[in-house]
């Protein structure tokens, strides 16, 4: 009788916790593709900015020109348009910490200008303040 009894909790306790693990794989992995698939760009930037050496924390503000071209030249600003809403980005500001060090600001430049295929005079990288520095 004993026997029986174990093995029926173990056909109850089984299912438990196989279904369990799926549930909680499930939730952990939709965590993550929310966290990989962040549609705004700005986000995408600061992450991928972040990550290079001597950096620091980051944080970009596009300014957009919503300036309206004719049916001739649309074709071709369609071409290049940065996002799908019609605007364009036409400058960058770069808050860094590392931004202070001449080399860090000169990768930064150079990575921005080249990723985004933006001219370097569209590019402003600034230092971040960081709490230290308030007197």
Do not use: C
């Not at 760009?41 to 071209?69: C, M, W």
């Not at 605007?87 to 808050?95: N, R």
Request: glycine share 4%.
């Amino acid at each position: 009788m004993e026997k029986k009894k174990w093995s029926f909790q173990k056909i109850l306790i089984i299912p438990v916790i196989v279904f369990a693990f799926i549930a909680y794989i499930s939730l952990t992995s939709n965590e993550s593709k929310l966290e990989q698939n962040d549609t705004d760009p700005e986000s995408r930037l600061e992450h991928t900015l972040s990550q290079i050496k001597g950096v620091g924390q980051v944080e970009v503000y596009f300014h957009y020109d919503n300036t309206t071209t004719s049916n001739a030249d649309s074709m071709l600003s369609d071409y290049f348009r940065s996002s799908s809403n019609g605007t364009t980005v036409s400058g960058l500001l770069v808050v860094s910490e590392g931004a202070s060090e001449p080399a860090i600001k000169k990768e930064l430049l150079e990575t921005i200008s080249r990723v985004m295929q933006m001219p370097t005079h569209r590019i402003m990288i600034v230092p971040m303040e960081s709490k230290g520095d308030e007197q």
